[in-house]
């Protein structure tokens, strides 16, 4: 287990990084643009958006396709084998282009990195990698960049120091109307199949006033949408002994942000005073995702969910009791070590019982390290898709359905823009999180929440037509 200390950044520490920004800038060799490449989770897509806001705090320009960067750097993912293979593919990639732009800086962070011996690994195999940083030092990327620029060292930054909380670093949004809000870092839940809680370190919340002062900013900035984002946001505060998650909520309400979401939640944690507060939250969405990972008791106890069945289903029920419009979403494992036909079919019939408005459904993938690793009765791959496959089409049948009956409802959209597909039509989000394209808008109405009526529904989108204010009362 995990013990190492939670550390607080302090501003002496962000003033070093500031200097040598300054450094980095005056260097005549410094990079002129960079690239993000993010793989994972939105916990990876905001920790690219604080790294982006660095460097462009250091005047260096955002490159829209890599092979032209300058820095090019690689936010990784080692959830799954998948992800990790994605991000040594593409870097590997790289290797060709460096060859003909040798000044170009590539840089590997993220939840790879925090793997025991993977940074030693990476640089020895991928020799044209210049820097690679972990987690919990990305306010170092000042630094890190001095020390190729000027030093022209390879930098690798193997503190293993996960724990950490830096505040007030420079954030580049991806949207101008939403926006992430990281409420706590890490994770003590140790689920078996699970590698998160090793490279993002133990459960840490911020101040419930630091959290705060951002959301205020934001609004004032125009944000129409907040996620709040952490591994287990139901167990915000346990480790401070501040505010609990649903006064948080409550205290965010007051705002006076439009919209709030948040993830992920830990059935678990999910606490009476949160399904209340679904009924009474004006600014919280109608979205909850919560994973159930399977449907049968044995699995969820191996998988060390600390939950069963019945008290999954007991929380659904109580959360649309409260929130009648509340649409769910969930993560499923398949074939975890020892999952047999039966307890599978008991995935099938949850998700049959609970009527996801969408899944995402994994098979799973052995994470060395971890408990589940070192189980017996790995599954077959050929059952393990079979299985997989007969999920995926019932929970589309569900999808559509669900879509289906929504039909007729008037729903406030967030609006992202014209509909990639049909140039004449715009297309945003409901409070379920659910795409809606819809006619009679105009891109007047991007970055803000507008009235739809509901008329029709896809495989896994929706479709309307805007409710012009004026006619609205
Ligand atoms: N903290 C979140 C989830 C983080 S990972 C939570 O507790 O819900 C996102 C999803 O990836 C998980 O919900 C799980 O379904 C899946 N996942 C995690 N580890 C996995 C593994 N080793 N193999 C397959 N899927 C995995
Ligand atoms: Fe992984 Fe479980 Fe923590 Fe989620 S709660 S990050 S699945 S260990
Ligand atoms: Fe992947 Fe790290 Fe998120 S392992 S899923 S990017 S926390």
Redesign the pocket.
């Known amino acids: 287990m995990n013990r190492e200390p939670v550390r607080h950044i302090g501003p002496e520490e962000l003033a070093e990084q500031g200097r040598f920004a300054a450094l980095v800038q005056a260097h005549h060799s410094r990079p002129r643009s960079y690239h993000i490449v993010t793989y994972g989770?939105q916990m990876n897509a905001h920790d690219s958006e604080t790294l982006a806001g660095t460097l462009s705090g250091m005047g260096i320009a955002n490159a829209p396709r890599r092979e032209e960067a300058d820095l090019v750097l690689f936010n990784t993912c080692c959830?799954?084998d998948n992800a990790e293979r994605k991000a040594l593919g593409n870097i590997t990639w790289l290797k060709e282009i460096k060859k003909k732009r040798p000044h170009m800086l590539i840089g590997v962070c993220g939840c790879m990195m925090q793997q025991r011996g993977m940074a030693e690994t990476v640089l020895k195999q991928y020799p044209f990698v210049d820097i690679a940083f972990g987690t919990g030092s990305l306010y170092r990327l000042p630094e890190y960049l001095y020390l190729a620029v000027e030093e022209k060292r390879r930098v690798i930054d193997v503190s293993r120091e996960e724990s950490t909380i830096a505040e007030g670093l420079p954030v580049l949004r991806e949207s101008p109307f939403k926006a992430y809000i990281n409420i706590m870092f890490g994770?003590n839940?140790y689920?078996a199949?699970?590698?998160?809680p090793y490279v993002r370190g133990r459960e840490r919340s911020r101040r419930a006033d630091d959290i705060l002062r951002e959301a205020e900013a934001l609004v004032a900035d125009g944000v129409q949408e907040i996620t709040l984002l952490g591994?287990?946001v139901n167990s915000y505060g346990n480790d401070t002994g501040e505010i609990p998650f649903a006064q948080l909520l409550r205290r965010l309400e007051a705002t006076g942000i439009p919209r709030l979401r948040f993830m992920?939640?830990?059935p678990k944690d999910l606490s009476n005073e949160l399904i209340e507060e679904y009924a009474r939250n004006r600014a919280l969405a109608p979205h909850l995702h919560l994973?159930v990972?399977s449907g049968s008791d044995n699995i969820l106890a191996a998988m060390n969910r600390r939950y069963d069945v019945r008290t999954y289903l007991d929380r659904v029920d109580r959360l649309r009791a409260a929130r009648p419009d509340i649409g769910l979403t969930t993560?499923?494992?398949v074939a975890f070590p020892g999952e047999t036909e039966e307890d599978f079919q008991q995935s099938m019939a949850l998700v049959e019982r609970v009527r996801y408005d969408s899944a995402?459904t994994?098979?799973?993938?052995?994470?060395t390290g971890?408990k589940?690793a070192g189980l017996p009765g790995q599954v077959a791959p050929d059952v393990a898709s079979e299985r997989i496959e007969r999920l995926i089409a019932v929970q589309e049948g569900i999808t559509r359905e669900v879509l289906h009956s929504l039909r007729g409802q008037r729903m406030g959209i967030l609006v992202e823009g014209a509909s990639a597909r049909r140039q004449s039509q715009m297309t945003g989000k409901c409070g379920r999180n659910i795409s809606v394209n819809f006619t009679g808008g105009h891109e007047g109405l991007v970055g803000r929440i507008v009235p739809v009526h509901i008329t029709g529904a896809g495989s896994n989108t929706l479709r309307g037509e805007y409710i012009k204010e004026e006619e609205t009362t």
């Not at 199949?193 to 998160?196: F, H, L, N, Q, S």
């Not at 994994?362 to 994470?367: G, K, L, M, N, T």
């Open positions: 989770c959830i799954r994770c839940n689920c199949y699970c590698i998160v591994q287990n992920t939640s830990h994973p990972q993560d499923l494992i995402f994994f098979i799973y993938s052995a994470r971890t589940a």
